[in-house]
């Protein structure tokens, strides 16, 4: 198996369009324009499957849970908030732009990781061992908020085909820097 992240997703000219009105930092008086543009791209997007497998899965699979076996679309629905409601919210900015965009590292970590990966040199245990402390020093050299961190190592360890566990192992070792 090779290991090779799958990159941000192609857009279509009106899917770019929508997602160009989704502002990194938002306001209450522009929230309107910005939960409409929210909903009106994840219906294009999921129109078209648009967006691949594994990020949806990341969002309402439990058996994909970064922590325990609630997905974040279930935390929604028990938070009273379901259906395209769910897509207007404040909270799924961050899994839209995840849909879009895919694990928010830099591409030399990413590359990094997957090399470990593919050369696969050692037993697994081993290879665990590297590409935690890969994980660490990469939270370290190119200053990362270690939760923020943890949580896209997790999803790049998913997209790029690890075991929940390793996946689980990966995003905690990016957590553990101090």
Known sequence: ????????????????????????????????????????????????????????????????????NQSRQSVFESNGTSGRDIFRHGNFVKYLRYFVKGPELPIGVIDGLCKILNDDHGTSGMVLDQYRRYARKCVRDFELDPACAGTEFFRLGLEIGMDLTAARSLREAAKSVR
């Open 1 to 68: 198996m090779e290991y090779r992240p799958i990159g941000p997703i192609e857009l279509t000219e009106a899917e770019m369009q929508l997602y160009a009105q989704i502002p990194e930092d938002f306001d209450h008086d522009s929230w309107q324009n910005t939960a409409d543009a929210m909903e009106e791209l994840m219906k294009s997007l999921l129109a078209r499957s648009g967006i691949p497998e594994i990020r949806l899965r990341v969002f309402s699979d439990p058996g994909c849970a970064e922590t325990g």
